[in-house]
Every structure is written in structure tokens, then in C-alpha cells.
């Protein structure tokens, strides 16, 4: 079996989670499920970025003791997951023991290598971004592009440095010949230009000023600079480090991590680019590791155009929203309404129209008047292949695609070749170029035609005055919606396999349906007012 290892970023811990956390975790999922009904074994991580320097400062000010801080933080973003019925496998913290270990061990091998040595540094300090800068990388007031309005550190200390330099030309041949690719591609070319400019980077901080983190190895006065930690942890979690030194030992690697390194995709924000884009890769040359495959880097949720901030108050809290709607809402709005790799705004306003209009009057209200109309027989078998053509969708139907034709169209023919030989592959095609967000917006292209299609035939009439003829058509609507079903397992898995069960047919495995039945059921999405 071919193994998949796809990992989510880590979350600082320094507040609650919000809306754009759970646009992350529904996006890794959503691939995550993919793969699985693809065979794949699958492992996702996610966990904590709990070595802050942002988490102390919160801690403080919340007097509350640091572990304890991340702590009950950390739990929220599991809890979050949880309600969000994301499966996540492993859940780093990376506050543990064997952290701190297996991410010492990578910081040894790099300096095995060469690439880390101590110089004297005067810098800016962004907490937000937790990186310093150059005063030519900052607004003329002197801020973060980032973080405006926050002050920097003026820091005068001796730390540590990664050579980064050292792996430009590399990190320029792997990027460019895509051996490590970027998604989208613009972020691509952002990388490529940022190469350009980068020189080392400073890799810790005096213990004596930063003392919650990962002790430097060999040097208790330093402190591990939190990105180099941070990262480390999806190799951390794979137990990278754990047989070091031991006599039977093949190097430092575990059976584990053998399976699953390198990473086949990891998920992260536009904010957090840079660090997996180059920081990354550079330390995993330097250790002597192969590079992940895949950078998906997607954009924000924002909230009427401008980035979600405490300062702001406009943090949107997605607790409230999946206590109100349900997970399967919730996963849905995030990957039909919001953009993959650009910037998406959420209202409240936006999310109940989508709510009512797609899934309570859409898919559910469909789902619902087909049953209804099934319910009528004891069953609909399989009609014959002449019979299938008599009932074509009579108006033409347009799909998104990926590439360089923009959609496909027709018409005149019948929906479950349509499903088959037109909607099945648009929908492999979008989920293998992670287009998530396309490869649901065509499902619900084609539910909004059979709508149309109950009407272009008045079902409703002909089940009384053909009831033989109108079983046709009922078969085209019941081998939708079950096809329907599993397209969108990743997306909505519960609401799949609600929607199999009550055609009559098994949720667990894709058999070629024979027949179908109305099944007792409850309404897919209730009204909410
Ligand atoms: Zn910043």
C-alpha cells in the first residue's frame, strides 16, 4: 500500500482558535479522506506550536503559569478538530520530552554538517511573526508588514546562525525544478524572488532571555529559535532521532519515520510561507534529509476585506457556527465558499444563505423529493440501456476545469452518463491539483441541474400517469445522488453516508448498484432560522 503523509502547520497556542484554523484543518482533512477512498494509508499530523515566545507573553498576561497556558489552549484546537470530525493521526506538542530530543538531534546534525555557528547579532524582533527583520524589510513607520501598530524588540545578543546561504542555489534548482513543489504557482515565483535576498538566519536566543523553549544541545545558554523547533516537529512526530546512537540502529531514523518521511504534502498559511518554503528545506539538505513534495500554501479568511485581529475584534470563533449548523455545514461552507489559494471574506449574513440555499433547499430538499417519489415502489432496478438514453438532461450544463480549457459543456445527455463519464473525472482532476474548492463547486453544478431535470420531465405528474416510464428517471436521480454520495465523502462524510443509506444502498464500499429504495430518513439539513 502506497503511503500518504500529509501534515497541517502547527498552531501557535497564544489565543482561541478561529475560522481560519478551521478552513486548515478542513482543507488537510478534505485531502487527507481523499486519498484515503484512493487506498492510500494515510497519516495527518497537527499539534501545537507551543515554544513561542508569543505563548509566554500571552501566558503573562493571562497569570497564568506557561504549561499550563498552552496546555489548556492546546486542547482547544483538539477539540476543535474534534467537532469539526477531522482525523487527524497524530497531534504533536510540542512541549514533550521526545520533541525536544528528536529536534535536538536534527539541530546536531546540522551543525555536524557545519551550518550552525555563533555570532553577535543587533536586530528587530517581530513577535508576531516571531522573525527578526532588517529595517528595509519594514513599513517607514518602522513595523512589520504583518503585525502594523506592533512594536519590535530591538534585540543585541549572541545567538546562534543557520547558513542558510549555503543552500540558495540548491533550494533555486529544487524549487525550480519542481523536486519540492509549490502551489500555487505564484507562490512559487514569490519564493524563487525571495531566494534572491536571503542570507543566514539566527537560529536561537539567550536562554537568559527566552528560557521556555528548546535548550540549545551542548549549550544551556541558548534557547533553539522557535521556527527551528517548530518544524522540526513533523519529523519529531515521526520519531526522527529516536534510535540514535543505538548499536542495531541503521542511523537516526525509526522504522516510522522510513514509512512515512519526506512529507508528501504540508499545508500551510501564506503567512508562514517563507519558513516552509526555504527556512525548511534548508535545514532538511543540511541534515542530510529529503525535502517534502508539496507546499500548499493557502490564503486567509478574512472579515469584510481585512484580516481577522484581536485589535480588531472581528475574530470569527467557529465554535458557534458548528453548535449552530453542524460539522457537515461548516466543512462544506469552508470548501465551497472559500478560495484554495487566495483570500476569501466570511459574514454570518453569507454563511445562512449558503446554508439555505445549498443544503436545505439544495442537496437536502433534492434528496428529499426523490425519496418521496421512490417511496412510490417497492424498488427501482436497473433499467435497460435503451430505456437510460430516452431521458436526457435537456439544457446544456457547464463545469469548472482546471488547465487550459475553461469548461466543459453539454447537453442531450442523460445524467447518469453524465455522472459517470463527465462529473467523476472534472471532480479526479480538481482533487489531484488540490483545486478542493472546484471539485465540490461542479458537485453542486450538476445538483442544481437535476432540479431542473424533475421538471423538464414533471416527475411528480408522470409517477401517476407513467409509472413504469417515470422509474427511468427516478434511476437517473437515485444513481446521481448516490454517485453524488461519494464525491463528496471527504467533504462531508456523515452527510454521504446518510444520503446511501437511504437509497437503499451499502455507505462502506462501491458496488455497482443493482437497485435502489426509499429508506427512512430525517431531513439532510434542518431549517434554522
Ligand atoms: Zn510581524
Not at 187 to 213: H, Q, Y
Not at 425 to 439: F, G, P, R, T
Not at 499 to 524: D, M, N, Q, Y
Request: include cysteine.
Amino acid at each position: 500500500m502506497n503511503k500518504y503523509y500529509i501534515t497541517n502547520a502547527i498552531p501557535y497556542v497564544n489565543a482561541r482558535p478561529h475560522i481560519g484554523h478551521a478552513l486548515e484543518f478542513i482543507q488537510s482533512d478534505t485531502i487527507a479522506r481523499f486519498k484515503k477512498t484512493q487506498g492510500f494509508e494515510v497519516k495527518l499530523l497537527c499539534g501545537g506550536d507551543e515554544n513561542a515566545l508569543k505563548n509566554v507573553q500571552a501566558a503573562e498576561e493571562a497569570k497564568q503559569p506557561i504549561q499550563e497556558f498552552v496546555d489548556k489552549n492546546n486542547k482547544l484546537f483538539e477539540e476543535l478538530a474534534k467537532s469539526l470530525n477531522t482525523e487527524f493521526d497524530i497531534w504533536q506538542k510540542a512541549s514533550t520530552n521526545s520533541h525536544f530530543k528528536s529536534s535536538q538531534k536534527l539541530w546536531e546534525q546540522c551543525e555536524k554538517n557545519g551550518d550552525i555557528y555563533k555570532k553577535s547579532y543587533e536586530g528587530l524582533y517581530c513577535v508576531g511573526c516571531e522573525s527578526f527583520y532588517t529595517k528595509s524589510q519594514l513599513n517607514e513607520k518602522g513595523e512589520c508588514f504583518e503585525h502594523p501598530g506592533k512594536k519590535l524588540e530591538e534585540v543585541k545578543e549572541e545567538n546562534y546562525f543557520f547558513k542558510l546561504s549555503k543552500y540558495t542555489n540548491r533550494l533555486l534548482e529544487a524549487i525550480s525544478k519542481e523536486d519540492m513543489k509549490i502551489l500555487p504557482s505564484f507562490r512559487k515565483e514569490e519564493t524563487l524572488n525571495m531566494l534572491k535576498e536571503i542570507g543566514d538566519v539566527s537560529f536561537s536566543r539567550p536562554s537568559k532571555d527566552i528560557a521556555w523553549g528548546v535548550p540549545v544541545p551542548s549549550d544551556a545558554t541558548q534557547t533553539m529559535y522557535v521556527w527551528c523547533d517548530a518544524l522540526a516537529n513533523y519529523i519529531t512526530a515521526l520519531g526522527y532521532g529516536e534510535s540514535f546512537g543505538s548499536p542495531t540502529s541503521t542511523g537516526n531514523r525509526t522504522s516510522k519515520f522510513e514509512r512515512f518521511w519526506p512529507a508528501d504534502i504540508h499545508v500551510v498559511g501564506k503567512d508562514i510561507m517563507k519558513f516552509h518554503t526555504i527556512f525548511w528545506p534548508a535545514m532538511l539538505m543540511s541534515a542530510g534529509l529529503s525535502l517534502p513534495k508539496i507546499i500548499f500554501v493557502h490564503g486567509w479568511v478574512n472579515v469584510k476585506g481585512e484580516k481577522m485581529s484581536k485589535s480588531l475584534g472581528n475574530v470569527i470563533d467557529p465554535i458557534p457556527l458548528i453548535e449552530k449548523y453542524g460539522s457537515e455545514a461548516v466543512r462544506f461552507y469552508l470548501a465551497h465558499e472559500t478560495s484554495v489559494f487566495g483570500d476569501s471574506d466570511y459574514s454570518d449574513k453569507h454563511f445562512s444563505e449558503i446554508y439555505s440555499g445549498l443544503l436545505v433547499n439544495g442537496l437536502g430538499n433534492l434528496l428529499a423529493r426523490t425519496l418521496k417519489m421512490i417511496s412510490l415502489y417497492p424498488a427501482i432496478s436497473k433499467p435497460e440501456e435503451g430505456a437510460l438514453a430516452r431521458y436526457p438532461i435537456k439544457k446544456n450544463l457547464e463545469f469548472l476545469t482546471t488547465g487550459e480549457k475553461k469548461r466543459w459543456s453539454f447537453e442531450q445527455a442523460s445524467p447518469s452518463f453524465l455522472v459517470d463519464n463527465v462529473l467523476w473525472l472534472a471532480y479526479q482532476k480538481a482533487m489531484a491539483a488540490y483545486e478542493i474548492s472546484q471539485a465540490i463547486k461542479n458537485i453542486w453544478i450538476y445538483l442544481g441541474r437535476l432540479d431542473e431535470y424533475i421538471e423538464d420531465y414533471k416527475l411528480y405528474k408522470m409517477v401517476k400517469s407513467q409509472p413504469e416510464e417515470a422509474k427511468v428517471v427516478l434511476w437517473h436521480l437515485a444513481y446521481s445522488l448516490a454517485s453524488v454520495a461519494w464525491m463528496i465523502k471527504p467533504f462531508m462524510p456523515e452527510t454521504a453516508d446518510k444520503i446511501l443509506l437511504s437509497l437503499g444502498v451499502e455507505p462502506t464500499s462501491r458496488e455497482e448498484w443493482k437497485e435502489f429504495s426509499a429508506k427512512e430518513f430525517a431531513h439532510l439539513f434542518p431549517r434554522i432560522q
